[in-house]
Nanobody, 126 residues
Framework: QSQVVESGGGLVQPGGSLRLSCAASGFTLDYYVIGWFRQAPGKEREGIICITNSAGSVIYADSVKGRFSISRDNAKNTVYLQMNSLKPEDTAVYYC???????????????????GGKGTLVTVSS
């Protein structure tokens, strides 16, 4: 079964860091762009950031610029979301998704793409 699975969520204090992982199984990430999305309580899901198969990135959410970054390790079939300087408003369920295209979509909220994960919860609180 082809799927992506997120991991690495948890409770972190404001100002702290977390690294989320998006691991693919059943298919190779090499030919897919990968996006990260999040849904905060009571809000709609939003696109955060996307990485192409050549490791170019597109940031969809202005609120994460300078704090979040995305990387990929094709050998491990995994994409990472590094989150620094976390704020309480970053609290959300974080999702990753894969889409079989060479460029990150212009529209930011393209979840679930071809493969969408079930999410991992990140809570930023003291």
């Amino acid at each position: 079964q082809s799927q992506v699975v997120e991991s690495g969520g948890g409770l972190v204090q404001p100002g702290g860091s977390l690294r989320l992982s998006c691991a693919a199984s059943g298919f190779t990430l090499d030919y897919y762009v990968i996006g990260w999305f999040r849904q905060a309580p009571g809000k709609e899901r939003e696109g955060i950031i996307c990485i192409t198969n050549s490791a170019g990135s597109v940031i969809y959410a202005d609120s994460v610029k300078g704090r979040f970054s995305i990387s990929r390790d094709n050998a491990k079939n995994t994409v990472y979301l590094q989150m620094n300087s976390l704020k309480p408003e970053d609290t959300a369920v974080y999702y990753c998704a894969a889409r079989g295209t060479h460029r990150c979509p212009y529209e930011s909220n393209w979840y679930p793409g071809d493969y969408g994960g079930k999410g991992t919860l990140v809570t930023v609180s003291s």
